[in-house]
């Protein structure tokens, strides 16, 4: 059975710093692709950044150039460096991972809250 376990919310004040790691260690990232997305309240889930097996990395418009996602082999983590924090960031953060032939199913973690202050 796969899961997927968020560490790493917290609070921190707008342009400070957060890690998130997930921890991926029941996943076979051997294909597919795994992300962060988040959720604002009341909002749909929405896509942070996403990684693919094969090396490919996306981002959100709203995170490029601050946000950094990648994936540990060793540790079999994927991990979010988030920078330059913005109230909007605020949000439940949540680690992913496609599973299925066609890569169109995913696992999901239980989310990890991140609130900036302003």
């Known amino acids: 059975q796969v899961q997927l376990m968020e560490s790493g919310g917290g609070s921190v004040q707008a342009g400070g710093s957060l890690k998130l790691s997930c921890d991926s260690s029941?996943?076979?990232?051997?294909?597919?692709?795994m992300g962060w997305y988040r959720q604002f309240p009341g909002k749909e889930r929405e896509v942070v950044a996403t990684?693919?097996?094969?090396?490919?990395?996306t981002y959100a418009d709203s995170v490029k150039g601050r946000f950094t996602i990648s994936y540990d082999d060793g540790k079999k983590t994927l991990d979010l460096q988030m920078s330059s924090l913005e109230s909007e960031d605020t949000a439940v953060y949540y680690c992913?991972?496609?599973?299925?032939?066609?890569?169109?199913?995913?696992?999901w973690g239980q989310g990890t809250s991140v609130t900036v202050a302003s």
């Open positions: 029941t996943y076979m990232f051997t294909r597919c692709s």
């Open positions: 992913a991972a496609e599973w299925g032939l066609e890569c169109n199913n995913r696992y």
């Open positions: 990684i693919s097996a094969f090396g490919p990395i």
